[in-house]
C-alpha cells in the first residue's frame, strides 16, 4: 500500500505504508459466552409496575396512619384510619357524602372548564400578537399572585351568597396558571419544529394544531394538572370558610359541618375522600392522556 504525499514543489511521492495485519473473527460458542437471558423472578417483574409499587407506597402510608393514630389514642383529634373509614363507609351508604362530593365536583367541572376555555382564547391571542403577548404577561403578573380565597369577599359582592361566587373564584385560580404554562410551552417550540410545518404548507390555524399545539403538550398538561389541584384547594376552602354553597352541600361544607360538631372521624373521611378524587383523577384520567399523547409521542419517558 501507498501513500501519496505533495512536496513543496508540487510533485507528488509515494511511501510505502506497512501492511496492516490480517484480523479473524472466530464464531464462539454460546456455552463459552454465558448466560445471556435471565429470569428475574416474580417481585422484580412485580415491582416494574407503577401501579404495585404506588399501591405499596400507600398502603404503608395506611399503616403508619393506623400504628400512630392508635399510639396517640386520641380519637377527637386524630381519629385511626380504621374509624375514619368507618365513618366514611356510613355517609357514603345513607348517601349523604356521595351528595356532598357529587354537588363539588360539578362546580369544580364548571369553574375548571370555563377556566381552560378563557386560557385558550387568552393563548391564542398572545401567541398570535405581540399586544396579545403584552397582555398575558401582564395579567399573568397581576392576577396569578394573587390568592383566590382572598377574592371571595368582592365575588360574593358582586355575585352573591352562591355558586356563581365559588365559580367565580375557581376560574380566577385556574386561569392564570394554564396560561402561563401553555404560552410557555408554546415559547418553547423550537424554529425547527415551525420550520418543518412551514414546509409542509402549514400556516394559521394548522399550524396551531399540527405543530404548535403537540410539541408543546407536555407544557400544557402540567399546566392543566396544576390548575386541577388550584381548583380543589379554592373551592374547598371557599366552602369551609364561608360556606358559600351551604344549599348545595359540597365536600367542603360537609367538613365544616362535622367540623363544628366534633366529628373528626367524619371530618377526616371528608378529607379522605378529597384524596381519593385527586389519586383517581391523577392516575386514571391524567395518565390516560399521557399514554395516549407525550407517551406514545415518544416526549417522555
Same mark, same amino acid.
Given at each position: 500500500?501507498? !501513500?501519496?504525499?505533495?512536496?513543496? $514543489?508540487? @510533485? ?5 505504508? &506497512? ?6 473473527? @472466530? ?26 409499587? $404506588?399501591?405499596?407506597?400507600?398502603? %404503608?402510608?395506611?399503616?403508619?396512619? !393506623?400504628?400512630? %393514630? ?17 365513618? #366514611? ?25 370555563? =377556566? ?38 368582592? %365575588? ?20 392564570? =396558571? ?36 403537540? %410539541?408543546?403538550? &407536555? ?12 381548583? #380543589? ?5 371557599? !366552602? ?49 392522556? !399521557?399514554?395516549?399523547?407525550? @407517551? $406514545? #409521542?415518544?416526549?417522555?419517558?
Amino acid at each position: 500500500m501507498a !501513500e501519496a504525499i505533495h512536496t513543496m $514543489r508540487g @510533485r507528488t511521492r509515494f511511501k510505502e505504508l &506497512p501492511a496492516r495485519p490480517s484480523i479473524e473473527h @472466530r464464531t464462539l460458542d454460546a456455552a463459552a459466552i454465558g448466560e445471556i437471558v435471565r429470569d428475574v423472578g416474580l417481585w422484580q417483574r412485580a415491582m416494574a409496575h407503577t401501579p404495585l409499587r $404506588r399501591g405499596l407506597v400507600l398502603i %404503608a402510608l395506611g399503616i403508619l396512619w !393506623e400504628v400512630y %393514630a392508635r399510639f396517640a389514642d386520641n380519637p377527637l383529634m386524630f381519629p385511626s384510619l380504621s374509624d375514619t373509614l368507618v365513618a #366514611w363507609t356510613t355517609d357514603m351508604s345513607s348517601g349523604v357524602l356521595l351528595s356532598a362530593v357529587g354537588n363539588s365536583v360539578r362546580v369544580l367541572l364548571i369553574g375548571y372548564g370555563t =377556566a381552560v376555555l378563557l386560557a385558550a382564547v387568552l393563548t391564542t391571542i398572545a401567541i398570535s400578537t405581540r399586544i396579545g403577548t403584552d397582555l398575558l404577561a401582564t395579567l399573568t403578573a397581576m392576577f396569578n399572585p394573587l390568592p383566590a380565597i382572598a377574592i371571595l369577599p368582592l %365575588a360574593l359582592l358582586w355575585f352573591g351568597l352562591g355558586l356563581e361566587s365559588l365559580i367565580f373564584v375557581i376560574v380566577h385560580s385556574v386561569l392564570w =396558571a394554564v396560561s402561563l404554562n401553555a404560552f410557555t410551552g408554546f415559547l418553547s417550540v423550537s424554529q425547527t419544529q415551525r420550520m418543518v410545518g412551514r414546509n409542509y404548507g402549514l400556516g394559521g390555524l394548522r399550524m396551531v394544531l399540527s405543530i404548535l399545539i403537540p %410539541a408543546a403538550f &407536555p407544557s400544557i398538561l402540567a399546566g392543566l394538572k396544576i390548575g386541577w389541584a388550584f381548583a #380543589w384547594r379554592t373551592l374547598i376552602a371557599a !366552602e369551609l370558610v364561608f360556606g358559600v354553597s351551604g344549599s348545595s352541600a359540597g365536600l367542603g361544607w360537609y367538613i365544616f359541618q362535622n367540623r363544628n360538631a366534633l366529628e373528626t372521624a367524619h371530618v377526616f373521611a371528608g378529607l379522605f375522600t378529597v384524596i381519593v378524587i385527586g389519586l383517581i383523577v391523577e392516575g386514571v384520567v391524567f395518565r390516560s392522556i !399521557e399514554a395516549a399523547t407525550i @407517551r $406514545r #409521542w415518544g416526549m417522555q419517558n
